[in-house]
């Protein structure tokens, strides 16, 4: 897919994601059965933020994952699961701050035997609970893992965490958790920095990282790199991030591969916020309307 830059001593390729390289690159076949389709197990949420495992959920039911699982804590399990009838909903215990329980991990690794991709902590509301739980999650997987939000703490001075999965993880930082997990002090400033840190992230912990801002980067760990430039300013909002977790994650139930998953995801999560823009404007809209315009962003391409 990318081309090798001339001169450069190690494997580092530049990729510009366009509707082009992305019809070149196909996703697995969407037609089938709910089975074969894929099954996704969003982890995550806490009693004061359903909205994020609920937007995760729907879009990757948007992009054509066939089953969607939620496990998220008991209080808020019934009200979830009346919301995303779609869904499969599990109730976790949860601690009394209304968290997710790192005993919780059983029940976990029970509904991921099932799961062909995995999605860790979208609404897991502290660092601390995040690493808590996924230090008895992660290392027992084997499904296609993608770890987003808060569960970054779990790689933080324990880079390598998703070793074991050998090519199938996944992991999503925004430029403050990228700089974080590194152990840098300040989060990167322009692109050129956050490049350099998705590809040292993703060399270090032998994962695909989607890494950026408004230009978004996909670093896999031989240096092969995609640009992604998709986007409106609107989407720097609340539940933004949610909703394109659990569309590359849909997209890994699917069967593409992480660093196609996340090129797709971040392109055609772009590409919504495009489209809102051009009809609402440069601000105003929500994240679950971003969710709504998957698919159609997902079907100017795959024409």
């Known amino acids: 897919m990318a081309e090798r830059l001339p001169g450069q001593p190690d494997p580092v390729w530049d990729t510009v994601v366009t509707p082009s390289v992305l019809r070149d690159w196909p996703l697995p076949d969407p037609f089938g059965d709910k089975y074969d389709k894929g099954g996704m197990l969003i982890v995550g949420g806490g009693a004061q933020t359903p909205g994020a495992v609920l937007l995760a959920a729907e879009a ?109 993880a996944l992991l999503t930082p925004n430029a403050r958790e990228l700089a974080r997990t590194l152990g840098r002090e300040a989060e990167p400033q322009d692109e050129d920095e956050i490049r350099t840190q998705a590809t040292e992230l993703s060399r270090r912990s032998m994962a695909v990282v989607l890494g950026g801002a408004a230009t978004s980067f996909v670093a896999r760990p031989d240096g092969a790199v995609w640009r992604n430039e998709a986007g409106a300013p609107g989407m720097a909002a609340a539940g933004s991030g949610d909703a394109k977790a659990g569309a590359i994650t849909g997209l890994l139930a699917r069967g593409a591969a992480p660093e196609q998953a996340a090129a797709w995801g971040a392109f055609i999560h772009g590409r919504a916020g495009e489209r809102l823009t051009a009809a609402v404007g440069r601000v105003g809209f929500l994240a679950r309307e971003l969710v709504s315009e998957l698919p159609l962003a997902l079907a100017e391409i795959e024409v």
């Open 60 to 168: 990757g039911l948007r992009v054509g994952a066939g089953k969607v699982r939620v496990a998220t804590v008991r209080s808020i399990a019934p009200h979830l699961a009346t919301a995303v009838p779609e869904a499969f909903v599990e109730g976790l215990p949860e601690e009394e701050d209304g968290d997710l329980a790192p005993d919780a991990a059983e029940q976990i690794l029970e509904l991921a035997g099932s799961a062909d991709a995995v999605l860790l902590g979208p609404g897991i509301m502290t660092p601390e609970a995040a690493r808590g739980l996924l230090e008895r999650v992660v290392p027992h997987l084997e499904a296609a893992v993608l770890i987003d939000g808060l569960g970054m703490a779990y790689l933080t001075g324990n880079l390598d965490g998703v070793r074991h999965l050998a090519g199938r």
